[in-house]
């Protein structure tokens, strides 16, 4: 019929109107509420379902690098604009939590923002939490990037910058790209060593964190600190 309204539109309303009265609504229909933004003519359910599939959850979704969501077929650059702006916002919420309290009696909140930021990239990633004496954050830097299975980690950079800063502790986090992440002999030795060094220098090593996509571990949980 001319004139007639494509179905999804009719279906847009529909979903807003469930979303307003009911937020808990499946992942892919809250993904297609997102893409509305950057699709405003078409229908997103088909591209919502293929990003998932692709990237299992909405946080694997977001965190994927845009040259990841751009191998998704029909995307457009304006729904990776869109997908990206959001993970920042979320990374953003998640990290005043930390900052705004002391490190270590906001322990869940910390490992919570360093699954969602580190926990599905691609590469490996070394970053450092570096603390007052009182536990509270002085910076969140990343200081190395590697390949997909190896992060150069030198502890003597680690520890000067650690000491421009002021910083009397670290907290040592790293990713695993393949989602397993137990340290390897490799990590545990390197930690061994800036612990070592660190003592010399008054600078304490609270943590290494080792993140996966879905879980992590703690060397200092493990013994290995």
């Not at 603390?131 to 502890?155: F, H």
């Amino acid at each position: 019929m001319v004139g007639k309204d494509p179905h999804y539109l009719c279906h847009r309303e529909r979903l807003r109107a469930r979303f307003e009265a009911d937020r808990h609504i499946p992942a892919y229909e809250l993904l297609e509420l997102l893409l509305f933004l950057s699709r405003p003519r078409c229908d997103t359910k088909p591209l919502a379902k293929a990003l998932l599939a692709r990237f299992r959850t909405v946080n694997g979704v977001l965190a994927a690098s845009r040259e990841r969501l751009r191998e998704v077929p029909g995307i457009g650059e304006q729904s990776v604009h869109v997908l990206k702006l959001v993970f920042a916002l979320m990374e953003h919420v998640l990290s005043e939590r930390v900052v705004t309290r002391a490190v270590l009696s906001s322990w869940p909140q910390v490992v919570e923002y360093l699954q969602t930021s580190m926990g599905y990239l691609t590469e490996e990633h070394f970053r450092i939490l570096f603390l007052d004496n009182k536990n509270r954050l002085i910076a969140d830097e990343e200081q190395q990037k590697g390949t997909v299975d190896q992060s150069p980690l030198y502890p003597r950079e680690v520890l000067r910058r650690a000491l421009e800063l002021g910083a009397t502790a670290l907290i040592l986090v790293h990713n695993h790209p393949s989602g397993d992440p137990t340290p390897s002999l490799e990590d545990v030795q390197a930690t061994r060593l800036i612990k070592d060094l660190g003592e010399k220098l008054g600078v304490s090593i609270h943590d290494h964190v080792v993140v996966g996509a879905h879980t992590h571990r703690s060397m200092r949980s493990l013994g290995f600190l």
